[in-house]
């Protein structure tokens, strides 16, 4: 059994999908996917305790040894993923029964749920998985689960938003087919660790430098790097809120995951950093998405929206950590991974919850919150100053390691542009914090969200200042990951 | 208990305060018994503390590891348990105020009040005790946040407005200017500990540590050095208790604090003197003393007026710490003690002039004196202080001062003082005496003095205002620990 | 590679700029999917032409055969193809939604509607 954990996180929700869909009513396809997520996690987390034990752990599929089988290669990296992706989901799937039961209405529930379970296995396979055409299945499965999630969603802005995210999302997954494809036509294998060993020899050759170029773009908009996030806004915006709290959480941070394995495993930093211009594309990207997507998320009048176009200058984070290129730039990248996983889960559940009781997400809907809905007020509260990077919360931690990071590297302007998107963050949290305390309740009648809705969220929100405080796990994980990472090739 | 212990429980004691008062808030005698019960026994635990501190007791707690290096701990100094015991101790004066305003006010939230003022003090222990930088920022931070409720008690479009200001300044300049100077003492010196004659010598590049000093200087938005002065005036659109404890104590000496820990346990006097330009910094505290009493001198409002009168007093000390003298040192620990005597009263009777007579503006004094005699004569002790009039504590820590200018022939330094007495005298003096010696022209309705628990609060500062004048023996020995025994 | 040269590569380069034009240029969403399908079926034709050893045979097990082609290639696109329906099957669900709440799958005459999209 513990053998075969690599393979159960992605094998139980994949065997328990098709189980869901068949069901009939809500309360079943719900309950079954909460054990399965909760399972899944359990797996996940041993999986991390064995990497820490014993170091990287491979797994050959039905026993076949790579290069002709695929394998699962689980390190420091994918394990914190790992956990990350099927912790969120186990908070989000209790937290799903109320909220879907009125966003989407029961007898689409079968569905939803099993749609639900399969973008988990999509995002933890492609995190598991150690063949780089293993993770364009899982993209698919992932992004395809995505659409129709999305088109749930009740405002029938929904259907278009899952329609151009279709479209981008597809062009984004065949850019990563065609890069892959001219690896494999250079070194005659699709197994990361191989890819890695053979890729030095050649190169230097034109075919290697278009196949990189070609899955930085694809993953670049998985990953809504500012300019290619048009697709996020609408999509975050308009799905159920359950789905907004994982794909706001994890969906982007798989991508990130992905990017962070081809520029330093497969590539190796020297390439990518080297013999490629890839700090020098990535750092104004991220530099322009951090300070506009931040800016433009001040105007939104959906509260909602306005996290969405937060997290496009997150991402502008993350990545400005992987451009640094160096160890403490890369363990800053990862913790914010998981750091904001976390915080945005927790805010757009939050949102869910005020979803639920006043039917919008509107900063009118907001006003007064702290005397209606006060859990749900201070849960927005605590989750927004994680966002700013408050200490003792998580986002303290991560936004120290980036600057810590810039300081090493001497790039001050670079410190002054993440301190420029703290500031930004202060408004736009600061704007809705004000509404909830000083505004006067719509309707002062309404009452808080129900518990089945606030145990999740607080969950998220105590860990969101346990992480912030006992910073042993997160950090040190991180600083072996990026260790591992930065030493290029995969560790046998 | 040994001193570990109470180091602990003063921390914990204002928290577990302010849940206790968040769940009696439908009982007010219940809550405010707590209130009274909790700054006594947290003034208790400070005294402790102090007491382990004289014993020579080690005194050190690390609760965990942050990053790594850097954990949350807590410890004792000097300079510290002065903040705290004034802190605390003047915690136990404002309660009692606070009970006679906010109902003699029938002010909304009270539950609220309290609570967020609990937390404060919370805040402000932790800034005290804090035994490196990243504690203090944590603590620092609390402290912001814990007042904006405060600020913004009345909940109006102008409180809004002031707690924007407010919250503004202090967060942005704590973020962008305070953060990454600690982050860079971090990285260049791999601790951030406060180590008696600092952390950065021989890590920084003479250039780069007069930017650090910068950064830490406008980093400490609560110091209130201009131009990051704004949020202080703009803070007192809260209730008088608010702008007594915190905005003339608890939250801008947290500021001076932390630039006097700057200064003495991350850069070390010595290394900091060798600093090119360091000077830079004295002379713009130089300019703020003078530039905040010539704006305090056109201000008609009267907690306007004393909240410029703040941000001169805090540059004072800021300029003294920043003169690097020994003296000097000594002279801005012991003005952090002598100006929260005399702005306390001062507030004091400025909301016990709001309680009995509704009236908030200088020019509306005339003749109040006889209505109010207890009030105005604390207020004329509290004014004297700000002056350095002896009998009162601000001649001593100005006799220090101007000893510290001396010792390094600072005329600088000499003349800022000279002019900001004057400028001092120019705007209290007046006001002191219209109240005494005018009839009484406005009449907003008939008073007499406030409820006898403000009197009372204020009568206890101003006589501790006089009495720091007479027995500053204990302080001055604890303070000159800081520079290493008597120059 | 003698026997197509590089003609199969223009070819694959057309047909690929040929879908991504449709994508952006058209504004009706069908059009739009035809055009996505025609940019990933390039992309197949691609991996196809990268299996193919000249003067190899189909990979066939024979034995008299020596230099088989590449399987792997063929497999993988299958795959690829697999999810190239699937993306295509949900498009077009999506379209008749639209059509359904919308009254239209024009993009331009969504945008008005909805000043999404």
Redesign the interface.
């Known amino acids: 059994m513990l053998m075969h954990l690599p393979v159960l996180v992605v094998l139980a929700p994949l065997l328990a999908a098709p189980i869901v869909a068949l069901m009939r009513g809500a309360t079943w396809p719900w309950l079954l996917s909460t054990l399965v997520s909760w399972f899944a996690l359990l797996c996940a987390v041993l999986l991390l305790i064995q990497v820490q034990a014993e170091g990287v752990i491979i797994y050959t599929m039905g026993g076949w040894e790579a290069p002709w089988g695929i394998e699962y290669r689980i390190d420091f990296a994918n394990a914190l993923l790992l956990v990350l992706i099927t912790g969120l989901a186990s908070v989000v799937m209790p937290y799903a029964r109320l909220s879907v039961e009125q966003e989407v209405g029961a007898e689409r529930s079968p569905m939803f749920y099993a749609a639900l379970l399969l973008l988990s296995l999509g995002l933890c396979g492609m995190t598991a998985t150690g063949d780089a055409?293993n993770v364009?299945?899982f993209l698919?499965i992932s992004s395809?689960a995505t659409?129709?999630l999305i088109?749930m969603g009740r405002d029938?802005?929904a259907?278009?938003?899952?329609?151009?995210y279709?479209?981008m999302g597809?062009?984004g997954?065949?850019f990563y087919?065609?890069g892959i494809?001219l690896l494999?036509?250079m070194t005659g294998t699709?197994n990361m660790a191989d890819l890695a060993e053979r890729l030095p020899a050649i190169s230097d050759s034109s075919t290697v430098r278009t196949g990189f170029a070609f899955i930085v773009t694809g993953i670049c908009l998985k990953l809504a790097l500012f300019p290619l996030h048009l697709w996020l806004p609408?999509a975050y915006t308009y799905s159920p809120s359950a789905v907004t709290a994982l794909l706001g959480a994890t969906a982007t941070k798989v991508a990130v995951y992905i990017l962070i394995r081809f520029v330093f495993t497969i590539f190796g930093p020297e390439y990518s950093f080297g013999a490629e211009p890839l700090a020098e594309v990535l750092i104004p990207l991220a530099v322009i998405g951090l300070l506009s997507a931040s800016t433009v998320s001040i105007g939104q009048p959906n509260i909602k929206r306005m996290l969405a176009y937060s997290s496009v200058a997150q991402i502008g984070y993350i990545v400005l950590g992987i451009a640094m290129g160096t160890a403490m730039g890369l363990t800053a990248a990862l913790l914010h991974v998981f750091n904001h996983g976390l915080m945005k889960g927790a805010l757009f559940m939050t949102l869910g919850a005020v979803m639920y009781r006043m039917g919008g997400t509107n900063l009118s809907d907001m006003q007064g919150l702290a005397k209606t809905m006060p859990l749900t007020f201070w849960a927005f509260v605590i989750g927004g100053l994680s966002l700013i990077g408050v200490p003792l919360t998580v986002g303290f931690v991560s936004k120290w390691h980036l600057i810590l990071a810039a300081i090493e590297l001497g790039w001050w302007p670079v410190v002054i542009v993440i301190l420029a998107g703290s500031m930004l963050a202060v408004v736009y949290v600061g704007r809705v914090v004000e509404a909830g305390f000083f505004g006067e309740a719509r309707d002062p009648t309404r009452r808080e969200a129900p518990a089945s809705l606030l145990i999740p969220v607080w969950i998220l929100i105590f860990a969101n200042i346990y992480f912030g405080i006992d910073t042993r796990l997160t950090v040190d994980i991180a600083e072996a990951a990026a260790a591992q990472l930065m030493a290029g090739g995969v560790v046998r | 208990m040994t001193a570990n212990t109470a180091l602990i429980l003063t921390l914990l004691t204002p928290l577990l305060g302010a849940v206790l008062i968040g769940l009696t808030g439908r009982w007010p005698n219940l809550r405010e018994t707590i209130t009274m019960v909790t700054a006594l026994s947290l003034f208790a635990l400070v005294i402790r503390v102090l007491i382990g501190l004289n014993a020579g007791e080690d005194i050190g707690v690390e609760l965990f590891e942050v990053m790594s290096g850097v954990g949350i701990a807590f410890n004792t100094e000097p300079l510290s348990i002065l903040f705290a015991m004034i802190a605390s101790g003047l915690w136990v004066v404002t309660s009692v105020y606070a009970f006679g305003y906010m109902r003699g006010t029938n002010e909304i939230n009270q539950t609220r009040f309290y609570v967020c003022f609990a937390l404060a003090l919370f805040g402000a222990m932790g800034v005290a005790f804090s035994a490196n930088l990243l504690t203090l920022f944590i603590f620092y931070e609390v402290l912001t946040i814990s007042t904006y409720p405060l600020v913004t008690h009345k909940g109006d479009a102008k409180a809004k407005a002031g707690g924007r200001t407010y919250l503004g300044i202090l967060m942005t300049t704590s973020i962008v200017f305070l953060l990454p100077a600690i982050i860079w003492v971090y990285a260049v010196a791999g601790t951030l500990d406060f180590v008696p004659g600092g952390i950065l010598e021989g890590n920084l590049a003479a250039g780069s540590a007069t930017i650090l000093l910068l950064l830490f200087l406008f980093g400490v938005a609560k110091a209130a050095v201009m131009p990051v002065h704004k949020w202080l005036p703009a803070a007192m659109v809260a209730p008088t208790p608010v702008s007594a404890l915190l905005h003339a104590v608890a939250v801008v000496k947290a500021g001076v604090f932390t630039l006097t820990k700057v200064v003495i346990y991350i850069f070390g006097t010595d290394y900091l003197a060798s600093v090119p330009y360091e000077s830079i910094a004295v002379y713009m505290a130089g300019f703020t003393v003078i530039a905040a009493s010539c704006i305090a001198l056109r201000q008609t409002n009267i907690k306007r007026l004393l909240a410029y009168s703040t941000i001169g007093q805090l540059s004072y000390i800021v300029m003294a710490t920043m003169a690097l003298a020994p003296f000097s040192e000594i002279g801005a620990a012991i003005h952090i003690a002598a100006h929260a005597f005399g702005k306390i009263t001062l507030f004091f009777t400025a909301g016990a002039i709001y309680v009995a007579s509704k009236k908030t503006e200088v020019t509306q004094l005339n003749g109040i004196g006889w209505r109010m005699p207890y009030t105005m004569a604390a207020f004329a002790i509290g004014a004297l202080s700000m002056i350095g009039v002896p009998p009162t504590a601000g001649f001593v820590s100005k006799w220090f001062i101007i000893a510290g200018a001396f010792q390094l022939d600072n005329y600088f330094v000499l003349v800022v003082l000279i002019l900001s007495t004057a400028l001092n005298a120019a705007y209290f003096l007046p006001i002191i005496f219209n109240a005494f010696f005018k009839p009484e022209d406005v009449k907003l309705k008939d008073h007499g003095e406030a409820p006898p628990s403000m009197v009372i609060a204020l009568c206890v500062t101003a006589s501790l205002t006089l009495l720091f004048f007479f027995f500053n023996g204990p302080v001055l020995d604890l303070e000159t620990q800081l520079v290493g025994g008597m120059p | 590679m003698s026997g197509l040269g590089i003609w199969n590569y223009l070819i694959i380069i057309f047909l690929m700029m040929t879908g991504?034009y449709m994508?952006i240029s058209s504004s009706n969403?069908v059009k739009?999917l035809i055009g996505?399908n025609v940019?990933?079926t390039s992309?197949f034709f691609?991996?196809i032409s990268?299996g193919y050893i000249s003067g190899g045979a189909g990979p066939v097990f024979n034995e008299n055969v020596e230099l088989y082609s590449n399987p792997l290639?063929h497999v993988?696109i299958l795959?690829?193809i697999v999810?190239g329906v699937?993306?295509t099957a949900?498009?077009l669900a999506?379209?008749i939604?639209?059509k359904e709440?919308?009254g239209t799958i024009e993009e331009d005459d969504?945008h008005k509607m909805?000043s999404?999209?």
Do not use: C, P, W
């Not at chain 1, 259907?159 to 151009?164: D, E, I, M, R």
């Open positions: 055409f364009f299945v698919e395809l659409y129709t088109a029938r802005r259907l278009t938003a899952s329609f151009s279709l479209v597809t062009i997954g065949t087919l065609i494809g494999y036509v699709l609408n | 991504l994508v969403l739009k996505l940019f990933q992309v691609m991996y990268f290639t993988l795959t690829a999810v699937a993306t949900v498009g999506l379209s939604r639209i709440s919308f969504l909805d999404s999209l």
